[in-house]
Structures are given as C-alpha cells and as structure tokens.
C-alpha cells in the first residue's frame, strides 16, 4: 500500500512538472509583455504600450497576415487533396499503391532543412522563384503527407459494408461519399486539417529559404527580429496568437465531439 501511494505521488509530481516545463515559459512569456520594462527587469511594472506598438509595427502585422493567410489556403487545398487521395487509396487497387503509401512517409522524415533547400532549388529551376506563391506550394507539399497519414488510418476503422449497403438502397457514388463515408472519416479530415494549419503556420525552415524581403511569415520576421533586436512586441503578437489558438480548441472541444455528437 506504501509502495502504491508513492508511485502516486510520484506520477502526479511528474505531470506538474511536465505541465510547468511546457507552459511555465508560455506563461511568463505572456506576463512579460504586459511589463513596462523591455529588458524584463523586477519588480513588475503594468502596462499595454507593447500592443499599441505591436499594431504600428507594419513589418511585423503584415508577415501576421501572410502566415494566416497561407495556412488557411494550405489547410483547404492540403484537406481536400489529402482526404480525396486517402478515399482514392482505400478504394481502388493499382500498381504502385505500396510504394506510393511507403512515400508518403519520407517528407515527415526528412529534415525540413534539407526538404528547402531542395524546394529553393527546384522552384527556381521550374522559374517559381521566391515568394508566397513557392511559400504556399511549399506549405501545401509538407501538409498533404499529414493529412493523406490521418485521414487513411480513420478511413481503416471504416466498414466498407455501409457503402455497399447504400449502394443497394440506390445511392450513386456521390451520395454514397457524401452521406455515408464522409461523416465517418469527418473525425479524421479534421484532425488532418488541424495538423496542416499547424505545419504551415508554425513552419520556418522552408519559410526562410523561400521567402523574400517584404514578403516573409511571421516565423521568419520574429527570427529576423531577434537578430536585430529583441522587442516586447514579439511577446504581444505570441500571446494574442495563444490566446486565440486557445479559445478555437476550447470552442471546438465544447460544441463539437469527434464522435459526431453535438
């Protein structure tokens, strides 16, 4: 009984050290740009000048804006190209199905360093260039293997036997994917739509190599900025990011369930 309550103790004492070394950083992080001092010096001074510089810093606004934007086109372009590979992977049979699922693991493998030096150089080889545009197809080729990975290990727990009895009923094969396979796999189309945002929003590597001068992420801008400087508005930007991304999980785990539950 001794020994039982020790290993207790001992578990619950690894969780609260485990959650403080993951949010204890985010939190003073948050505390310190509400802090007068830019060079965090004690004792605590309030204040919110920080975010007023934060919205006349237009550098760092505007690379905000392009990270949103791309990972938002990269979440729909990845999601629907993704599951409708995962759907055509599961249903048909063709030569070259291994290899093709085997190859979708090395790019989550890879070094993302070495993946954009790669994307730099063949985008300027094929006359892309830099830009957005090579950002966001760059994005767009890391996020696919994540959802297709996803969306296929919940389309295995899918009984093919409901397509075939609603086949029967008279559905066509619109109706069949559209009323029956896909509310099962919604489960996983979300989570992979989940996993492409946070690939293309927090992404750096290929960010870097393919951005340009007025034309970077937030990632890259923040980096550039800690090499000229740190500022207090970099902890603004971060923390209205967090509380954000925060409040749409909780949203989302209070009025929808992965079970299909409202």
Same mark, same amino acid.
């Given at each position: 009984? #001794? ?14 050290? =485990? ?10 992080? &948050? ?30 606004? &505007? ?15 990845? +999601? @629907? ?5 995962? =759907? ?51 994005? $767009? ?5 994540? @959802?297709? @990975?996803? !969306?296929? #290990?919940?389309?295995? +727990? ?17 109706? @069949?994917?559209?009323? $029956? +396979? ?16 946070? !690939? ?19 990632? $890259? ?15 603004? !930007?971060?923390?209205?990011?967090? $509380? ?6 909780? =949203? ?11």
């Amino acid at each position: 009984m #001794a020994t039982t309550r020790i290993l207790e103790w001992l578990g619950r004492f690894y969780i609260v050290l =485990l959650l403080a070394f993951l949010y204890l950083p985010i939190i003073i992080m &948050a505390l310190m740009s509400f802090n007068t001092s830019p060079f965090y010096q004690l004792p605590f001074e309030w204040t919110t000048d920080w975010y007023a510089s934060l919205w006349q810093n237009d550098q760092l606004i &505007a690379a905000t804006w392009n990270s949103i934007e791309i990972a938002v086109i990269t979440t729909i372009v990845s +999601t @629907v190209l993704g599951s409708a590979a995962s =759907l055509a992977l599961y249903r048909y049979e063709f030569r070259g199905k291994k290899l093709l699922q085997a190859l979708l693991f090395p790019p989550i493998a890879i070094p993302w360093l070495i993946t954009g030096t790669a994307m730099l150089i063949f985008f300027f080889g094929i006359g892309i260039g830099r830009g957005l545009v090579a950002i966001l197809l760059g994005h $767009v080729a890391l996020a696919l293997p994540y @959802v297709i @990975v996803v !969306v296929s #290990a919940r389309l295995r +727990t899918f009984a093919p036997e409901l397509e075939e009895a609603a086949r029967s009923l008279g559905a066509n094969q619109w109706q @069949v994917t559209n009323r $029956v +396979t896909l509310p099962w796999i919604m489960p996983g189309v979300i989570a992979g739509g989940l996993f492409a945002f946070a !690939v293309s929003f927090d992404q750096f590597v290929v960010s870097y190599f393919l951005s340009t001068p007025g034309q970077t992420t937030l990632p $890259v801008e923040i980096y550039a900025a800690i090499r000229k400087g740190f500022t207090p508005e970099i902890n603004a !930007v971060s923390t209205i990011i967090i $509380v954000v991304s925060m409040a749409l999980m909780l =949203l989302t785990a209070r009025f929808f369930k992965f079970g299909g539950e409202k």
